[in-house]
């Protein structure tokens, strides 16, 4: 099995930023794709930004020139760091991982979700 615990979440003023951090435990052989999705309150969730073991990053239209996604392959963390936060990235931000299990199969792992709030 594979946790991942996210932190960082809070309340902050339209332009603020927030950084949110990720860390994977557990047994697996390798972590390929990490990465944070947002689920805002009667909206679906949606993909934020997400970074592969080698560094090739993807992001939202909505949050390009704001959000830069990073990662820490040793210690099996990923981060997103959030500026210029608008009302409107206001959600719960669930991070992700695409994992190679032990048994070499690959399988997806959740976190808990972060609530991120931007007040106008």
């Known amino acids: 099995q594979v946790q991942l615990v996210e932190s960082g979440g809070g309340l902050v003023q339209a332009g603020g930023s927030l950084r949110l951090s990720c860390a994977a435990s557990?047994?697996?052989?390798?972590?390929?794709?990490m990465g944070w999705y947002r689920q805002a309150p009667g909206k679906q969730r949606e993909l934020v930004a997400r970074?592969?073991?080698?560094?090739?990053?993807d992001y939202a239209d909505s949050v390009k020139g704001r959000f830069t996604i990073s990662r820490d392959n040793a210690k099996n963390t990923v981060y997103l760091q959030m500026n210029s936060l608008k009302p409107e990235d206001t959600a719960v931000y669930y991070c992700?991982?695409?994992?190679?299990?032990?048994?070499?199969?690959?399988?997806?792992?959740w976190g808990q979700g972060t609530q991120v709030t931007v007040s106008s």
């Open positions: 992700y991982a695409r994992v190679i299990t032990s048994s070499l199969s690959e399988s997806d792992y």
């Open positions: 557990g047994r697996f052989f390798r972590i390929n794709v």
């Open positions: 970074i592969t073991s080698g560094g090739s990053t």
